[in-house]
C-alpha cells in the first residue's frame, strides 16, 4: 500500500479530517490502531471510497457486512467518534482580567491562537510591548494555561450550550518589575532610537526647565521654604543627618520637601506614597505620585546611591503614568500625547526628568540640585538656599504640568519642546 508513505499529523479542526483523501484516512487509522489495518481492511475502505466524512455515515453492522472484522469496525469508529469530538468547535464567551481591567468578549470558535490574538486586542494598550505568543490564561482553579494543547484540555471540562461556552480567566505575561530596569541599555528596545548608542546616563538628552514659577509671590515662596527648612532640621536633629541612611529613611527628606510644595498647588493637587502603576513595560509600588485630580503629573523614585538604576527607573514609570493618563482620557496612541516629569532622589540629591507617550525623553542628571542635609550642624542660610532653588525646580515642573492637561496634543508637544535642550 503506498498509504504507508503518506505523513499524516494531528488534525487541528474537523475542516482538515474532512479533506483527507482514503490513503490519508488509512495513514491515520494505521497510527492510531495498536496492530493497524490489514490489507482485508483497507480494501474494504479503498474499493467502497470510505473516507474519513463518510466513514461517519456508517454503522458498526454495515462495515462488517462490506467485510471488515468486527474488532477493527469498533474501533474505527470509535476512533472517529472521539475525533470529532475533540475537534467539536464552540464559540467562547470570555471575561478576562488582566491588572485589574477587565474584559467581556467573545470570538467564534475555540482557537487557542485566535483567543491569544483577541486578548492582545482587548488589552492592547496595556500589552503592547508583549509577544501575543507569550500571552497565557489561568482559569480559576486551573493551572497555567499556555499552549493549544492545554487549552483543548481545559475546555473538555466546560460545559456547553447551545454551541457556547463560557470561560473566566486572568491574562498572564512576562511582565517585569521597574526595579529590573538599571542600565540605559535595558531602555533601548521601549524608547529606541532616542537613546541609540547611549550607554550612560551622561550621554542622555539634557532638560531645561523653569526656576521662575508663575503665580507665587515671593512672601509665599518664603513662607514654603521656611516650613520645609523647619521640617528637616526637625529630620536631622531627631534622627541624624542623612548620610548613611536607608531608602526608607531618606524618603523621609523627600516627603519633608514635597508636601509643602504640593499644598500650595491647590486642592486638586495631592501626593500619594507607595502607588502601584502598571504598565505594558513593567509594573510596581513608585515612592511619590503627584497627581491633579486623576491625573498623574510627577514620579518621585527614591534611591539610596545608584542615580543611573534610578533615572531608568522613572523613566520606566513616568512612560507608564503617560500611558495610564491616555487611557483616562478616552485617549488612543494615535490621538493623544502627553508627557510626564520625574524625580529621582537620594534626599540630598535631586535630579529632574522627563518622559512622553511618543518615547521622548530627557534628564537634568548634569545639573544636580542638592540639599545641605549632610551634617548635624546646620548652616540655616545655606540650607534656605538650597531649599528656595528646590521649591522653585519643583514648582516650576508643577505649574507646568497642571497648565497642560486641558491642552490638545500638538500644545503639549509645544510645551515639551521648550523642556529638551538635545534630542
Not at 483543548?152 to 511582565?175: A, D, H, M, W
Not at 548634569?366 to 545641605?372: A, H, N, R
Request: glycine share 4%.
Amino acid at each position: 500500500m503506498t498509504s504507508s508513505n503518506i505523513a499524516i499529523e494531528e488534525p487541528s479542526s474537523l475542516e482538515e479530517v474532512w479533506k483527507w483523501n482514503i490513503e490519508q484516512f488509512i495513514k491515520y487509522l494505521n497510527k492510531h490502531i495498536s496492530s493497524g489495518l490489514s490489507s482485508k481492511d483497507e480494501n474494504v475502505l479503498e474499493k467502497n471510497e470510505i473516507d474519513a466524512r463518510a466513514i461517519t455515515l456508517f454503522s458498526r453492522e454495515e462495515l462488517v457486512n462490506l467485510g471488515m472484522t468486527t474488532g477493527i469496525a469498533t474501533c474505527i469508529l470509535k476512533i472517529m467518534k472521539e475525533l470529532c469530538a475533540r475537534l467539536e468547535r464552540f464559540r467562547l464567551y470570555c471575561t478576562a482580567t488582566y491588572k485589574k481591567n477587565k474584559k467581556i468578549f467573545s470570538i467564534a470558535i475555540d482557537d487557542w491562537t485566535l483567543l491569544q490574538r483577541k486578548i492582545m486586542t482587548e488589552f492592547l494598550d496595556l500589552l503592547e510591548d508583549v509577544d501575543e505568543s507569550e500571552i497565557t490564561i489561568k482559569p480559576p482553579a486551573n493551572n497555567v494555561i499556555k499552549d493549544k494543547e492545554t487549552f483543548y484540555s481545559f475546555l473538555e471540562t466546560v460545559p456547553k450550550l447551545n454551541g457556547l461556552k463560557r470561560i473566566k480567566f486572568t491574562v498572564e505575561t512576562p511582565q517585569t518589575n521597574f526595579s529590573k530596569y538599571k542600565r540605559i541599555i535595558d531602555l533601548v528596545g521601549i524608547f529606541g532610537t532616542n537613546i541609540k548608542g547611549l550607554t550612560t546616563i551622561d550621554d542622555l538628552p539634557q532638560m531645561e526647565f523653569s526656576t521662575k514659577p508663575a503665580d507665587i509671590s515671593e512672601e509665599q515662596l518664603k513662607r514654603i521654604t521656611d516650613a520645609i527648612v523647619t521640617r528637616l532640621k526637625l529630620l536631622i536633629h531627631t534622627s541624624g543627618p542623612i548620610g548613611g541612611k536607608n531608602e526608607i529613611e531618606r524618603s523621609y527628606y523627600i516627603d519633608a520637601v514635597l508636601r509643602d510644595i504640593v499644598k500650595s498647588c491647590g486642592e486638586d493637587v495631592r501626593i500619594n506614597q507607595q502607588y502601584n502603576i502598571v504598565g505594558s513595560h513593567g509594573d510596581g509600588r513608585v515612592d511619590f505620585v503627584i497627581k491633579h485630580v486623576n491625573t498623574m503629573i510627577c514620579i518621585t523614585e527614591a534611591k539610596i546611591t545608584d542615580i543611573e538604576q534610578g533615572i531608568c527607573q522613572n523613566f520606566i514609570q513616568s512612560h507608564s503614568a503617560c500611558k495610564t493618563n491616555l487611557r483616562k482620557r478616552k485617549f488612543d496612541d494615535l490621538a493623544g500625547y502627553d508627557y510626564v516629569y520625574g524625580i529621582v532622589s537620594t534626599g540630598d540629591q535631586w535630579i529632574f526628568t522627563v518622559v512622553s507617550s511618543a518615547n521622548e525623553l530627557a534628564a537634568a542628571n548634569k545639573k544636580i540640585q542638592t540639599l545641605s542635609v549632610n551634617s548635624d550642624d546646620v548652616d540655616d542660610d545655606r540650607l534656605a538656599n538650597d531649599v528656595q532653588i528646590l521649591v522653585r525646580a519643583i514648582l516650576g515642573i508643577l505649574q507646568d504640568k497642571i497648565a497642560s492637561i486641558e491642552e490638545q496634543p500638538q500644545a503639549k508637544r509645544q510645551r515639551l519642546e521648550k523642556v529638551l535642550l538635545s534630542k
